[in-house]
């Protein structure tokens, strides 16, 4: 059974920092694509970034240059290192794989960025 569980969200200041993680429970996460989404209120869930099994990723334009997406394939977990925060960052951010694809969607964690 496929379980998402994200968390390391929290409240920041503008410019500073916070590292995500996603623990994936399931028997599919070495064979697959992992994705960050971010939920902004009243909007749609949008992909940020993706990380494929050896290692590649790709970015949203707005987050080049300040995210970091990687994974430890041995745990399982995918990261978000976020650098450089901004009040338009500020979000629900989930995990999960490829859009078509996904699994059942976990709590998310919630980002807000703010003076």
């Known amino acids: 059974q496929v379980r998402l569980v994200e968390s390391g969200g929290g409240s920041v200041r503008p410019g500073e920092s916070l590292t995500l993680s996603c623990l994936a429970h399931?028997?599919?996460?070495?064979?697959?694509?992992m994705c960050w989404y971010l939920q902004a209120p009243g909007k749609q869930r949008e992909l940020v970034a993706d990380?494929?099994?050896?290692?590649?990723?790709r970015y949203t334009d707005s987050v080049k240059g300040r995210f970091t997406i990687s994974r430890d394939n041995s745990k399982p977990i995918v990261y978000l290192q976020m650098n450089n925060l901004r009040p338009d960052d500020t979000a629900v951010y989930y995990c999960?794989?490829?859009?078509?694809?996904?699994?059942?969607w976990g709590q998310g964690t919630q980002v807000t960025v703010s003076s």
């Open positions: 999960n794989v490829d859009p078509g694809s996904w699994y059942n």
């Open positions: 990380i494929t099994i050896d290692g590649r990723t």
């Open positions: 399931g028997d599919f996460f070495s064979r697959t694509t």
